[in-house]
C-alpha cells in the first residue's frame, strides 16, 4: 500500500473494525497494519479510540477488558501521529463542520482534525465525510463487504 493519498485520519469505524472477528476486518486491519509499522502517515485523534472502545464492546460483543488491553496495545504505536489537542477552536469548528455538512458531531469534529493536520485522506466505513471538500474520504469497504458487516453484526 502507498502513501499516495496521506497523511490519512483514522475514523472510528477503522479503528474498531481492525480490532474484530469480523469477516471483512482485513480492509481496516491493513491500514492499522502499515500505520503501526509506519509505511503510511497515519494521524488519529485520542477521542477515536475511547469511540472505538464503545464500538467494540457495544457493537461488537468485545469485553471491556478485552477491548481496553487491544486499544492499549495500538496506543503503543509509536509511528502514529497522535492528535492530543481539544482546544476551543477545534470543538466550534468541529460543530460548525458538523452544521454545515449536516453530519454528527463527532464526524464534525474529525473533519476538524482532519483538516488541522493535514490529512488529505479520512478513513472510514461509511460516505459521512465525502461531505466535505477539504480532504478525500477514502470508504474502505465495498458496498458487499459493508452488506457482510451489517450481516455479521447481525448475528
Same mark, same amino acid.
Do not use: C
Given at each position: 500500500?502507498?502513501? +499516495?493519498?496521506?497523511?490519512? &485520519? ?5 479503528? +474498531?473494525?481492525? #480490532? ?7 480492509? +481496516? &486491519?491493513?491500514?492499522?497494519?502499515? %500505520? ?15 469511540? %472505538? #472502545?464503545?464500538? &467494540? ?9 478485552? %477491548?481496553?488491553?487491544? &486499544? ?10 497522535? #492528535? ?16 454545515? %455538512? ?14 488541522? @493536520? ?17 480532504? @478525500? ?6 458496498? @458487499?463487504?459493508? @452488506? ?8
Amino acid at each position: 500500500m502507498s502513501d +499516495a493519498g496521506g497523511p490519512y &485520519l483514522f475514523d472510528v469505524g477503522v479503528i +474498531a473494525l481492525a #480490532h474484530t472477528d469480523a469477516p471483512v476486518r482485513d480492509a +481496516a &486491519l491493513s491500514y492499522v497494519r502499515d %500505520a503501526i509499522a509506519g509505511e503510511i502517515d497515519a494521524v488519529v485523534p485520542y477521542p477515536a479510540v475511547y469511540g %472505538a #472502545h464503545t464500538v &467494540l464492546t457495544a457493537y461488537y460483543g468485545r469485553s471491556n477488558a478485552d %477491548a481496553s488491553r487491544l &486499544l492499549s496495545n495500538f496506543l503503543d504505536a509509536k509511528r502514529i501521529h497522535w #492528535h492530543d489537542r481539544l482546544p476551543e477552536a477545534t470543538v466550534r469548528g468541529g460543530l460548525d463542520r458538523a452544521a454545515d %455538512a449536516n453530519v454528527g458531531g463527532w464526524d464534525g469534529y474529525y473533519a476538524q482534525v482532519a483538516i488541522e @493536520e493535514g490529512a488529505a485522506t479520512v478513513l472510514t466505513i461509511d460516505d459521512d465525510f465525502e461531505r466535505f471538500d477539504a480532504f @478525500e474520504t477514502e470508504v474502505i469497504l465495498s458496498r @458487499e463487504e459493508f @452488506e457482510t458487516l451489517n450481516e455479521y453484526l447481525r448475528e
